[in-house]
């Protein structure tokens, strides 16, 4: 896999949002699938605990908190002004959606972020969006998809003194806030790899909706990060987050850095399936 950066994305998206914030493009609703029926390539490229409860509980799922909601306005919100989503379609019976499309770049994720930018690898900051991409590759017949990235901060982590001893000290100038491009090619051998994984991972989960068992811990421990256990709308109902129920409890919630995704990535993601 390949990592290019695009300049022209990053201006396309930003000149998007231009034409919203100036009347000239209408920004569509955002809209999100409550139910989420069915099982979703995201369901298998994030926690599958989550995933579980989602299913097994239906419209009895636990309102979203106030953390919640905000962290899907920082995200699905912010998307909608840089690219327009696409129509979904159904492969191997997993819903997928492209984020967007744009005739002269291809099809786009967009991703938001507060970690450090300066150093940022796309290919090896958070396997599980790779997953997906790869995954989105698959669904659409694709060998290429773009990653665009909203760094929330700019580099100001990179000022902070654990990023400093981490990466290095960095010589760029302070940028507040950020958006950056890539374009991601990969091998049909890592595209057909990885779909290989999705599909195991959806034979088990599957077999933990109609067993009503929850996924293995090691499954959910090679795929999450412990910031996320933190905001999980389920945390009072895994049975490895609720103390009263459950003999897991996350540690405290501190900065992820790039090296500790690459650990995770390290370890094949659980070796491929958990």
């Not at 967009?110 to 290919?123: V, W, Y």
């Not at 990235?149 to 003194?161: D, H």
């Not at 599957?206 to 959910?220: G, V």
């Not at 109902?237 to 390290?266: A, F, M, R, V």
């Amino acid at each position: 896999m390949k990592a290019t950066p695009n300049l022209e994305l990053a201006t396309t998206c930003i000149n998007r949002a231009r034409g919203i914030l100036g009347g000239k493009i209408d920004l569509p609703a955002v809209h999100y699938d409550g139910d989420r029926t069915g099982i979703h390539l995201s369901d298998l490229t994030s926690c599958p605990a989550s995933a579980y409860y989602q299913k097994i509980l239906g419209k009895d799922v636990p309102p979203n908190s106030d953390t919640n909601i905000l962290h899907f306005v920082k995200g699905r919100g912010l998307e909608r002004f840089f690219a327009e989503e696409q129509e979904g379609i159904i492969v191997d019976d997993i819903s997928c959606t492209a984020d967007g499309f744009y005739p002269e770049h291809g099809y786009l994720e967009i991703k938001t972020t507060a970690e450090q930018m300066d150093f940022f690898d796309p290919l090896t900051a958070h396997p599980e969006w790779i997953e997906r991409i790869l995954g989105y590759c698959t669904a659409y017949n694709q060998t290429y998809w773009n990653l665009v990235v909203f760094f929330l901060v700019g580099n100001m982590p990179n000022r902070l003194w654990w990023n400093i001893k981490e990466f290095g000290k960095s010589t760029e100038p302070y940028v507040g806030i950020a958006l950056k491009a890539w374009r991601l090619s990969f091998s049909e051998a890592e595209i057909t790899e990885n779909w290989d994984m999705i599909l195991v991972r959806k034979l088990k989960l599957e077999a933990c909706i109609k067993n009503n068992t929850p996924p293995s811990k090691e499954w959910i421990d090679n795929v999450v990060q412990e910031w996320q256990h933190k905001i999980c709308r389920f945390k009072n109902t895994c049975i490895y987050l609720h103390k009263n129920d459950g003999n897991y409890e996350p540690l405290n919630c501190h900065w992820i850095t790039q090296s500790e995704n690459t650990i995770k990535s390290n370890k094949k993601r659980g070796e491929k399936n958990g």
